[in-house]
């Protein structure tokens, strides 16, 4: 994962130099435009906390130098002052369930198609992104290279984190072949998939895969929909759910499991609103917010206008079935929130062959969603941040901190007010530098 030797070096010595060393030096010289003072914001510091009124973030060499109460934080002698009064400084969100892949749909070459699905999330202030399934092994192959790019050289849109293809096998001896392959070529963490039907792995095949995953230092990621599954997937070792438990309310023996074992959740709502809303043109298309993503949207957008396309999602009694699901899911969500589960923010954006995900848009959809669900806008916020960086074991990502990355969204307006704020971005910086 990113730079654990590196946050302990920080945490060791003196941050600005070490902050500078920390990163390969093409990286640093071109991040190394001096010291950056934001002065007079609100922070949000991604653990929870409350807010801090009146802050300075001082950044440098990509880094968070310092950060506090401006009455606490030294500006350095020479460092370039921006005025933030009036604004929000949060942690860059980060989705710890999207995608990064080609399908069917894709109209560019793949890897302009991937760097353009990078540049989306970005734009939206979504600054780290855990895919989590590519669609073929080429695909797969792409995304490791823009991945490993991304950590030794440039980096100028949102960083990548990659689990490879699912990890799948008929026996558990494929499925621990399938492990081993992706923790040859450097996955950094394993999914696989439960869907409760006949085809699914076993669970002695999957307490395999995970299993071959802790040989390998590999935290696992199911995806599921029932609640025994979940379960099983637990008993199995597996360090967290993707997607929500949608066919009964979740029990105080899954909660009780999850915390014995650690177990992170990560509802993935949009994901199954996805499935239903396209059965009629949705007036988010007119949001001017969802329409700066246009340059990645309109193809997905000219399919979904198809009014055949439409009828056929209104007669069809799976997506029809999902609305209930995602009544099931919000109900979860609360739950499990209120008895202190780690929750994550994650969207299944731009999945293969799903249409209508919107890498960017849908993260801030997905935060109103939580929110309707009975979070706290503060509890958002941190599973969208500080938390999915420590469920995904991002230790340099998710937090306002010294010596963390320098990944900020700022906002116009504060988002503890109305979530919706998140939609207001003023600007979004990513390594230090403003995009
Ligand atoms: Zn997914």
Do not use: C
Not at 47 to 76: D, F, K, Q, Y
Not at 85 to 95: A, D, M, Q, R
Not at 117 to 140: I, K
Not at 296 to 325: F, M, W
Request: glycine share 8%; proline share 4%.
């Amino acid at each position: 994962m990113i730079g654990m030797a590196t946050r302990r070096t920080l945490l060791a010595g003196a941050a600005l130099i070490a902050a500078g060393l920390a990163f390969p030096s093409s990286q640093a010289q071109s991040q190394a435009n001096g010291v950056i003072a934001l002065t007079g914001a609100r922070v949000i510091d991604g653990t929870g906390r409350a807010p801090i009124e009146n802050a300075t973030l001082v950044m440098t060499n990509g880094r968070i130098a310092a950060v506090g109460p401006a009455a606490s934080v030294t500006i350095p002698a020479g460092a370039q002052r921006v005025d933030m009064s009036g604004k929000t400084i949060l942690p860059g969100l980060i989705n710890a369930h999207g995608h990064v892949t080609v399908d069917d749909n894709t109209r560019l070459p793949m890897r302009e198609h991937m760097m353009q699905v990078l540049q989306a999330y970005a734009d939206y202030g979504v600054t780290a992104v855990v895919s989590l399934g590519s669609s073929t092994l080429v695909d797969e192959a792409e995304g490791f290279r823009i991945r490993d790019a991304q950590r030794t050289g440039t980096l100028d849109r949102t960083r990548l984190i990659t689990a490879g293809m699912n990890a799948i096998g008929k026996t558990p001896a494929e499925a621990r072949a399938s492990v081993a392959r992706l923790a040859a070529a450097k996955a950094d963490l394993i999914k696989y998939h439960i869907n409760g039907r006949a085809d699914d792995m076993t669970p002695d095949t999957y307490g395999a895969l995970v299993d071959e995953a802790k040989k390998h230092n590999l935290t696992t990621a199911v995806h599921v929909y029932f609640l025994k599954d979940a379960k099983l997937a637990i008993e199995k070792g597996t360090n967290y759910i993707v997607h929500s438990v949608r066919d009964q309310d979740v029990d105080q023996a899954l909660i009780d499991m999850m915390k014995r074992n650690n177990v992170a959740y990560v509802p993935t709502l949009t994901r199954d609103l996805s499935v239903f809303i396209y059965e009629t043109e949705p007036a988010f298309w007119q949001e001017p917010f969802f329409r700066k993503g246009l340059y990645r949207y309109q193809t997905e957008v000219d399919i979904l206008k198809d009014p055949k396309l439409q009828a056929d999602t209104r007669n069809s009694a799976g997506a029809q079935n999902i609305k209930k699901a995602l009544l099931q899911a919000n109900r979860n969500l609360k739950r499990l929130a209120d008895a202190g589960i780690p929750i994550g923010l994650g969207t299944d954006t731009a999945s293969p062959n799903d249409l209508g995900r919107w890498p960017g848009y849908f993260e801030h959809v997905e935060m109103e969603m939580m929110v309707q669900a009975g979070l706290t806008p503060m509890q958002v916020i941190r599973a969208a941040t500080g938390d999915a960086a420590r469920i995904m074991k991002l230790d340099t990502l998710g937090t306002l901190a010294q010596g963390k990355a320098a990944d900020l969204l700022i906002l116009n307006a504060n988002p503890l007010t109305d979530i919706r704020n998140t939609r207001q971005i003023h600007s979004v910086w990513i390594a230090g530098r403003r995009r």
